[in-house]
């Protein structure tokens, strides 16, 4: 399974982003698929995942901002960043899980300037 994650960017607080990952390869066998995020200095971080069945989960932290989904069709999941701020600054990571195998796609840069 390869990720190419793409969308990032710089904004204002309070501004959108939308964020793009499409997967290729055996995708067949994805069953949860989904961001992380990093910012300096912290722990990588579930931001928001969804699974085959289309069940979601999110960080408390973006709760009511952020939204993901997925084309099934198109192999690609979408993240909707509304209401961005500052501590959402962080490069982003799309993820794919398959039975016992986890991929990671190449980071995308967020920044949010207060």
């Known amino acids: 399974v390869q990720l190419q994650a793409s969308g990032g960017g710089l904004v204002r607080a309070g501004g959108s982003l939308r964020l793009s990952c499409a997967a290729s390869g055996s995708t067949f066998r994805i069953n949860v698929i989904g961001w992380y995020r990093q910012a300096p200095g912290m722990q990588r971080e579930l931001v928001a995942v969804i699974s085959g069945g289309g069940s979601t989960n999110y960080a408390d932290s973006v709760k009511g901002r952020f939204t993901i989904s997925r084309d099934n069709a198109k192999n690609t999941v979408y993240l909707q960043m509304n209401s961005l701020k500052p501590e959402d600054t962080a490069v982003y990571y799309c993820?794919?899980?398959?039975?016992?195998?986890?991929?990671w796609g190449q980071g995308t840069q967020v920044t949010v300037s207060s």
């Open positions: 993820s794919a899980t398959t039975v016992g195998v986890h991929y």
